[in-house]
């Protein structure tokens, strides 16, 4: 397998798309959808724009939807839920769809829909999306970071970093030398940013420019504090038509 890691999706080709695609916005799009997940919603739907989501949202009979969205960290006004992990409990989301759209995770779901495997990966779920792949066995994988609305972001990099990790790890049934870095360095960066950080990951995240973001806008320590746990979930997106992600 040939791994290439993009620190933001206007950072991936726009040819020759990857047998596999991984998306990760750790802070907070693909941890809310891996807790959504775990916690019985029915899917999530991702949307690159409020007009699409709308549109869709109001096809779906409501008792059975929830629109979730923010936008530079805040909820946006008139949606049921905002983009916390700790939101998504059982109780709300059980059974329903939500309908999603975020700064700049939903984005980059957008930017690889048409990938022949797309899931979606936290530092919650990592080990559990690597089990997938080396199951899965894809030739190209391409890992795709959210960024900041274009930018570099440093927590992407870092769970990039992780499932790598995981990749590489004997233990994991697949002899090292079966994954390659595809001579990617930004990939054999980030998993040197993992190395570095692997056991003070919420220090990582609030080192941040979006974790510091995140301090400032309001008491988000719960909600680092969740998406910096490592492996606490088994739920693995995966898209099952395109933008629509379930439990696999």
């Given at each position: 397998?040939?791994?290439?890691y ?39 739907q ?7 989501l ?15 969205g ?11 839920l905002?983009?916390s992990?700790?939101a ?10 939500i309908?999603m759209s ?40 391409w ?40 001579g990617?360095?930004?990939?054999a ?43 606490t ?16």
């Amino acid at each position: 397998m040939r791994l290439s890691y993009f620190h933001s999706p206007d950072r991936v080709p726009g040819e020759g798309m990857g047998d596999a695609a991984v998306v990760i916005d750790v802070l907070r799009a693909t941890t809310t959808m891996a807790w959504a997940l775990h916690n019985g919603a029915e899917a999530v739907q991702a949307f690159a724009d409020l007009a699409s989501l709308d549109a869709a949202a109001d096809s779906w009979p409501a008792e059975r939807r929830l629109r979730a969205g923010e936008r530079g960290g805040q909820k946006l006004d008139g949606f049921d839920l905002g983009n916390s992990p700790l939101a998504v409990t059982p109780e709300v989301v059980n059974g329903r769809r939500i309908f999603m759209s975020t700064t700049n995770g939903t984005r980059a779901l957008d930017r690889v829909q048409s990938a022949p495997l797309l899931f979606t990966c936290a530092l919650a779920n990592r080990s559990a999306v690597a089990a997938r792949l080396l199951s899965e066995q894809p030739k190209t994988i391409w890992v795709v970071g959210s960024g900041w609305e274009g930018a570099y972001s440093l927590e992407d990099s870092l769970a990039a970093g992780a499932l790598i990790e995981a990749l590489l790890r004997p233990a994991a049934g697949v002899a090292m030398e079966l994954v390659q870095l595809a001579g990617n360095d930004e990939a054999a960066a980030a998993h040197a940013l993992w190395l570095q950080w692997q056991s003070q990951p919420e220090q990582a995240l609030r080192l941040a420019s979006h974790g510091q973001r995140l301090q400032r806008l309001g008491d988000h320590d719960a909600d680092l504090a969740c998406c910096a746990s490592v492996d606490t979930l088994t739920v693995v997106p995966q898209q099952c038509e395109p933008g629509v992600l379930q439990s696999s």
